[in-house]
């Protein structure tokens, strides 16, 4: 089983930052790419940014110039720098990891439960 874990989201004024981490564990073998999501209520779940296993990297036209991915292949984690908030990146963010098993072939997607991310005007 694999289990990916978000952590660093919470309230904040507009302008502001926060730094989301996703840890990733459990029988992995290799993870390709993670990426991060946000779903705002009412809304479907949007692409956000994501990382490569080369750290090749691909934003939302949304937060280009505002957030940053990033990823510690060692630690199994991926990172969201996010500068600048605006009222309307309030969402609950999700973070995903594209994983290989130990014993697998197969390469599956597993998520994260979500954290929420609040900006207030």
């Known amino acids: 089983q694999v289990q990916l874990v978000e952590s660093g989201g919470g309230l904040v004024q507009a302008g502001g930052s926060l730094r989301l981490s996703c840890v990733a564990s459990?029988?992995?073998?290799?993870?390709?790419?993670m990426s991060w999501y946000r779903q705002a209520p009412g809304k479907q779940r949007d692409f956000v940014a994501v990382?490569?296993?080369?750290?090749?990297?691909n934003y939302a036209d949304s937060v280009k110039g505002r957030f940053t991915i990033s990823r510690d292949a060692a630690k199994n984690t991926v990172y969201l720098q996010m500068n600048v908030l605006k009222p309307e990146d309030t969402a609950v963010y999700y973070c995903?990891?594209?994983?290989?098993?130990?014993?697998?072939?197969?390469?599956?997607?597993?998520w994260g439960q979500g954290t929420q991310v609040t900006v207030s005007s």
């Open positions: 990382i490569t296993s080369g750290a090749t990297t």
């Open positions: 459990g029988s992995i073998a290799r993870i390709n790419t």
């Open positions: 995903s990891a594209d994983v290989q098993r130990w014993g697998s072939f197969q390469v599956v997607k597993y």
